[in-house]
């Protein structure tokens, strides 16, 4: 009983650790990009590729890190992973110039990408289905307290020499916790023993089960087309409900209810922050008890009736200030403000997952440059922005509505898609692929993150902030319809049991109670953990 204790703790670190050095390093660049901006004298372009490199080599690690846990095995290819990590953190605080920074961005999105990947199936695997689904959403916590921990660290190096190289620099610390912990955990099981073979079957086939092919994702054998439908259906609707663009203007919101322009800056990074933390583990609570479908029809609901409600406030309450980049520092005028034409977007890299991110002219405006008198650093702003009068009180009361629906939003979407997903995703497919399978999900959800990034100045140029909002709103409907039509629940159920139904054509599974597995043979897993 120690031993599966210990066991147990083993994982859960393992899962957190990843988790937080994920979060870190997506959000560790909100702090540094204005030091390297100073530094460097990068420009609005270079600023969007060095923000952007990451989520490229995250893709690049999509593609082709199926191949990589499925040939070389879950626990191998995170230890690998974090070296990987190291090198890019060596490259990114060693810099000298933007080449070697974008080299290490690209290394570092390769790394937690392929970490991500290999975290979830490999902590999936190890547990009894009591543990896996809480075990599994600690992952999506470490990535909000990551969040959190990077926005501390880039406050409290924001003065200190070299400060950027040392926010890159921390994220090495929880992967090497991380690899210490693996360590004492087994290596990979041996997944072909997880899917159930009728008695007769088994003795034809032996240990080794049945063998699929990536292309085996897109057939009808076994309904894998039906499970990559649900896999793809679910990264794409987290997406396309547009997260990361709602939270580009959450500092927007906190200053339409009064707050000054400082601290609306904070409370956009940091309350959001802890909206999400609270949220996420309460996800964790209720995965076990409340089932997967449950918290995805729930956080969609929510999520298509808050960003609405943002939508219809923003008729009357403008939200139009999203985000905009840093403009060189010999580009700055003699009014003191920063000329910028048209504020590009920024490419977002959160899977899971919604981090708020401060626009660079906040951040500028908290850590001005002392002593540049020749080259004074402060937002860029429209005139509109300068001279618009304060809120009336009717417009201070639509901004605490809309403050309102951001909180429920967060919230929705951090107990809903964003730790369910991945948990879904690491139970639905045979062991022998679900490295692959997942790597392909995840390639997707990039790839969409990306286009939705940016293609958002753009949607936003067509039919305006508040249709935009509506229509992330209507796309979230047709999201929940896809969840209650579709998504399996497979709670209280070992990964044997969910494989033996999902073969079956119907969808979804009704309740996630243990089925009977009387003439069905389990090959039994040589870890201690596992129920």
């Given at each position: 009983m120690g031993r599966h204790s210990h066991s147990l703790l083993l994982c859960a670190s393992v899962s957190l650790l990843g988790g937080l050095t994920f979060g870190y390093e997506l959000a560790v660049i909100s702090g540094a990009l204005l030091l390297l901006q100073l530094e460097f004298a990068l420009s609005c372009w270079e600023q969007e590729l060095l923000v952007g490199s990451l989520l490229l080599g995250a893709l690049l690690a999509s593609l082709v890190g199926g191949f990589l846990i499925d040939h070389y095995g879950r626990r191998r290819t995170i230890l690998g992973s974090n070296l990987v990590l190291l090198a890019g953190s060596l490259s990114l605080g060693l810099a000298g110039s933007l080449p070697w920074l974008l080299l290490g961005r690209l290394v570092v999105g390769f790394a937690i990408s392929l970490s991500s990947m290999a975290c979830c199936i490999y902590v999936s695997e190890l547990v009894g289905p009591q543990q896996r689904g809480v075990l599994v959403s600690l992952y999506e916590v470490g990535i909000t307290v990551g969040i959190l921990l990077s926005y501390a660290l880039n406050y409290a190096l924001s003065d200190a020499p070299w400060g950027w190289r040392h926010m890159f620099g921390w994220a090495t610390a929880p992967a090497a916790?991380?690899?210490?912990?693996?360590?004492?955990?087994?290596?990979?099981?041996?997944?072909?023993?997880?899917?159930?073979?009728?008695?007769?079957?088994?003795?034809?086939?032996?240990?080794?089960?049945?063998?699929?092919?990536?292309?085996?994702?897109?057939?009808?054998?076994?309904?894998?087309?039906?499970?990559?439908?649900?896999?793809?259906?679910?990264?794409?609707?987290?997406?396309?409900?547009?997260?990361?663009?709602?939270?580009?203007?959450?500092?927007?919101?906190?200053?339409?209810?009064?707050?000054?322009?400082?601290?609306?800056?904070?409370?956009?990074?940091?309350?959001?922050?802890?909206?999400?933390?609270?949220?996420?583990?309460?996800?964790?609570?209720?995965?076990?008890?409340a089932?997967?479908?449950?918290?995805?029809?729930?956080?969609?609901?929510?999520?298509?009736?808050?960003?609405?409600?943002?939508?219809?406030?923003?008729?009357?309450?403008?939200?139009?200030?999203?985000?905009?980049?840093?403009?060189?520092?010999?580009?700055?005028?003699?009014?003191?403000?920063?000329?910028?034409?048209?504020?590009?977007?920024?490419?977002?890299?959160?899977?899971?997952?919604?981090?708020?991110?401060?626009?660079?002219?906040?951040?500028?405006?908290?850590?001005?440059?002392?002593?540049?008198?020749?080259?004074?650093?402060?937002?860029?702003?429209?005139?509109?922005?300068?001279?618009?009068?304060?809120?009336?009180?009717?417009?201070?009361?639509?901004?605490?509505?809309?403050?309102?629906?951001?909180?429920?939003?967060?919230?929705?979407?951090?107990?809903?898609?964003?730790?369910?997903?991945?948990?879904?995703?690491?139970?639905?497919?045979?062991?022998?692929?679900?490295?692959?399978?997942?790597?392909?999900?995840?390639?997707?959800?990039?790839?969409?993150?990306?286009?939705?990034?940016?293609?958002?100045?753009?949607?936003l140029g067509a039919i305006g902030l508040s249709w935009t909002f509506l229509l992330y709103g209507l796309?979230?409907?047709?999201?929940?319809?896809?969840?209650?039509?579709l998504v399996p629940e497979t709670k209280g159920q070992t990964l044997a049991e969910i494989e033996q139904q999902l073969q079956k054509s119907g969808f979804p599974l009704s309740s996630g109670h243990r089925q009977d597995s009387a003439g069905v043979q389990y090959h039994r897993l040589g870890v201690t953990v596992a129920s």
């Amino acid at each position: 009983m120690g031993r599966h204790s210990h066991s147990l703790l083993l994982c859960a670190s393992v899962s957190l650790l990843g988790g937080l050095t994920f979060g870190y390093e997506l959000a560790v660049i909100s702090g540094a990009l204005l030091l390297l901006q100073l530094e460097f004298a990068l420009s609005c372009w270079e600023q969007e590729l060095l923000v952007g490199s990451l989520l490229l080599g995250a893709l690049l690690a999509s593609l082709v890190g199926g191949f990589l846990i499925d040939h070389y095995g879950r626990r191998r290819t995170i230890l690998g992973s974090n070296l990987v990590l190291l090198a890019g953190s060596l490259s990114l605080g060693l810099a000298g110039s933007l080449p070697w920074l974008l080299l290490g961005r690209l290394v570092v999105g390769f790394a937690i990408s392929l970490s991500s990947m290999a975290c979830c199936i490999y902590v999936s695997e190890l547990v009894g289905p009591q543990q896996r689904g809480v075990l599994v959403s600690l992952y999506e916590v470490g990535i909000t307290v990551g969040i959190l921990l990077s926005y501390a660290l880039n406050y409290a190096l924001s003065d200190a020499p070299w400060g950027w190289r040392h926010m890159f620099g921390w994220a090495t610390a929880p992967a090497a916790l991380q690899s210490l912990s693996l360590l004492f955990l087994p290596a990979d099981t041996p997944h072909r023993d997880l899917t159930p073979l009728p008695s007769g079957e088994a003795k034809r086939q032996g240990l080794g089960g049945p063998r699929y092919t990536f292309l085996d994702l897109f057939r009808a054998r076994d309904n894998m087309r039906g499970r990559t439908i649900v896999g793809l259906g679910l990264v794409l609707f987290q997406q396309l409900t547009g997260q990361p663009n709602v939270l580009c203007y959450a500092s927007t919101v906190f200053r339409s209810v009064g707050f000054r322009e400082g601290s609306s800056a904070v409370l956009a990074s940091v309350g959001l922050g802890s909206v999400k933390v609270a949220a996420t583990l309460t996800a964790t609570g209720l995965v076990e008890h409340a089932g997967r479908r449950a918290l995805l029809l729930a956080g969609c609901a929510l999520m298509a009736l808050s960003v609405s409600g943002i939508g219809l406030v923003s008729f009357a309450v403008s939200l139009d200030s999203g985000p905009g980049c840093l403009a060189v520092p010999n580009a700055t005028q003699q009014t003191g403000f920063l000329e910028v034409s048209s504020p590009p977007p920024v490419p977002r890299a959160w899977e899971d997952q919604g981090l708020p991110v401060l626009p660079t002219t906040e951040r500028a405006k908290l850590h001005p440059e002392a002593g540049d008198a020749a080259a004074p650093l402060w937002p860029a702003l429209n005139a509109a922005s300068v001279l618009t009068p304060g809120p009336t009180p009717e417009h201070t009361l639509l901004g605490w509505a809309a403050l309102v629906c951001l909180m429920a939003y967060v919230s929705a979407f951090s107990f809903g898609f964003g730790p369910v997903t991945w948990l879904v995703l690491s139970e639905i497919y045979p062991g022998e692929i679900r490295g692959r399978a997942f790597a392909l999900c995840n390639s997707f959800n990039w790839a969409a993150n990306l286009s939705i990034s940016l293609s958002f100045l753009d949607l936003l140029g067509a039919i305006g902030l508040s249709w935009t909002f509506l229509l992330y709103g209507l796309t979230a409907v047709l999201g929940l319809a896809f969840i209650y039509i579709l998504v399996p629940e497979t709670k209280g159920q070992t990964l044997a049991e969910i494989e033996q139904q999902l073969q079956k054509s119907g969808f979804p599974l009704s309740s996630g109670h243990r089925q009977d597995s009387a003439g069905v043979q389990y090959h039994r897993l040589g870890v201690t953990v596992a129920s």
